[in-house]
């Protein structure tokens, strides 16, 4: 009953600006958090950002990866179940599968988010 879709992702140069979508379905749709992480090639997946339900409603807490502070931000769209990762000075080093993902509280770690989404690929070139 729990769906996620990410979209946006692609193919942009350094200095370049992306914004990913990730947008949940289902009537179970009311996640505590949702959240962004990414899998570089041949690396582990690693936190991105995070945002509470109530903040994406409302404003709110919020919470970024040291990696993208600066340069990325999670906001919502509730009218539209829709969470987005607006990126910007994107980096060579950004170049990731990018994952979707819902849980309970916002937290870092993969193994603490329920629901994901099937990833949507982005590629910065220098």
């Given at each position: 009953?729990?769906?996620?879709?990410?979209?946006?992702?692609?193919?942009?140069?350094?200095?370049g600006?992306l914004r990913l979508?990730?947008?949940?379905?289902?009537?179970?749709f009311?996640?505590?958090?949702?959240?962004?992480f990414?899998?570089?090639?041949?690396k582990e997946?690693?936190?991105?950002a995070a945002i509470?339900?109530i903040?994406?409603?409302?404003?709110?807490?919020?919470?970024?990866?040291?990696?993208?502070?600066?340069?990325f931000?999670i906001f919502?769209?509730?009218?539209?179940?829709?969470?987005?990762l607006q990126?910007?000075?994107?980096?060579?080093?950004?170049?990731?599968?990018?994952?979707?993902?819902?849980?309970?509280?916002t937290?870092t770690?993969?193994a603490e988010?329920d629901?994901?989404?099937?990833?949507?690929?982005?590629?910065?070139?220098?």
């Open positions: 009953q729990m769906q996620l879709v990410e979209s946006g992702g692609g193919l942009v140069q350094a200095g600006s979508s990730c947008v949940g379905s289902g009537r179970t009311r996640p505590g958090a949702m959240a962004w990414r899998q570089p090639p041949g997946r690693e936190f991105v509470s339900d903040s994406w409603r409302s404003g709110g807490r919020t919470t970024y990866a040291d990696s993208v502070k600066g340069r931000t919502g769209d509730n009218t539209r179940d829709t969470v987005y990126m910007n000075s994107l980096k060579p080093e950004d170049t990731a599968v990018y994952y979707c993902a819902t849980g309970r509280t937290s770690w993969p988010y629901y994901w989404g099937q990833g949507t690929q982005v590629a910065v070139s220098s």
